[in-house]
């Protein structure tokens, strides 16, 4: 008998919008989708960027991917990460 079926990656929900912490946007943590396999059960997808990296102002793609332990790869799937910056600036006037 041989496992042909490759896992399947659970939809996950589109994160943010997350507020910028500097210019380079923003740390962003994500709990990554979740797998199912006929043989191996469940699981978890790997994913990139990875949780905890930081994303760039705007609207981020990220990619996840699943293997089982009979080497089937599951469809790529993924979801997009929102980082915006609406905190106003700070002025400093000079002094007088």
């Known amino acids: 008998v041989l496992d042909r079926t490759p896992p399947v990656i659970a939809a996950y929900p589109d994160v943010g919008p997350i507020e ?3 210019p380079a946007g923003a740390q962003v943590f994500y709990g ?8 191996d059960g469940p699981g978890i ?3 990139t960027p990875a949780s905890a990296s930081i994303f760039p ?4 793609l990220v990619t996840c991917t699943a293997r089982d332990a009979a080497g089937n790869t599951a469809i790529p799937t993924g979801f ?3 980082v915006h910056d609406t905190t106003a600036p700070v002025v400093t006037p000079p002094a007088n």
């Open 20 to 22: 910028a912490t500097s």
């Open 32 to 39: 990554a989708p979740t797998t199912s396999d006929a043989v």
């Open 45 to 47: 997808a790997t994913c």
């Open 57 to 60: 102002i705007g609207q981020s």
């Open 80 to 82: 997009s990460v929102t």
